[in-house]
């Protein structure tokens, strides 16, 4: 089973700058890894698929990248509606895994 | 518009059963693989299973192999989770999702999710 972990667990940012989400894969995902956002009470939103790809409908400021086992979720210019967990998932093979999360807190 | 309807949340006893369903509307059910993810507090997201299209190819969780099975009746466009030998820490909301990558029986990313039943396991 590959395992992915996710840093910082918690993340607080002003609106306006930028947030940082980092994801590793304990071996290669290659390119099959995506990003999910969950509000409180919501189910998860796509946000990314294949490392760099934002799923229909996702603002631009949502940014993918990464490859192998090393991938970054940036969010540029803020919003606090941003405020969620960010959680990674990879599906390069079965089991699907995801990651623990990160709570991004808007200041 | 893809919607998918999960119902069958219930407070169950530890060792009990129960069976949950997802109706999936606004596409060609058929033709995609359908996954179960559960979300607890303590844990985060945790990939359950998921069946290909067909029916054919089922793949589970070690947390969950042998105590679930994920199956789907493509005539009434529903996915099932039967779950047996309940235990406290299956205590979760349970979704199911949607592939949105047409593969036969591959895993890929999840881009429609229903709103979630939840499944409680207390004594």
């Known amino acids: 089973e590959i395992v992915m972990t996710q840093s910082p667990a918690t993340l607080s940012v002003s609106p306006g700058e930028r947030a940082t989400l980092s994801c590793r894969a304990s071996q290669s995902v290659k390119y099959n890894l995506a990003w999910y956002q969950q509000k409180l009470g919501q189910a998860p939103r796509l946000l990314i698929h294949g490392v760099f790809s934002r799923a229909t409908g996702v603002p631009a400021r949502f940014t993918g990248s990464g490859s192998e086992t090393e991938f970054t979720l940036t969010i540029s210019s803020l919003q606090p509606e941003d405020s969620a967990v960010y959680y990674c998932?990879?599906?390069?093979?079965?089991?699907?895994?995801f990651g623990q999360g990160t709570k991004l807190e808007i200041k | 518009e893809v919607q998918l309807l999960e119902s069958g949340g219930d407070l169950v006893q530890p060792g009990g059963s129960l069976r949950l369903s997802c109706t999936g509307t606004?596409?060609?059910?058929?033709?995609?693989?359908m996954t179960w993810v559960r979300h607890s507090p303590g844990k985060g997201l945790e990939w359950v299973a998921a069946i290909s299209g067909s029916g054919d190819n089922k793949n589970y969780a070690d947390s969950v192999k042998g105590r679930f099975t994920i199956s789907r009746d493509n005539s009434r466009k529903t996915l099932y989770l039967q779950m047996n030998s309940l235990r406290v820490d299956d205590t979760a909301v349970y979704f199911c999702a949607k592939s949105r990558a047409l593969v036969p029986d591959g895993p890929t990313e999840l881009d429609y999710w229903g709103q979630g039943a939840l499944v409680t396991v207390s004594s």
């Open positions: 998932q990879h599906y390069n093979s079965w089991p699907v895994t």
């Open positions: 606004g596409f060609t059910f058929v033709k995609y693989v």
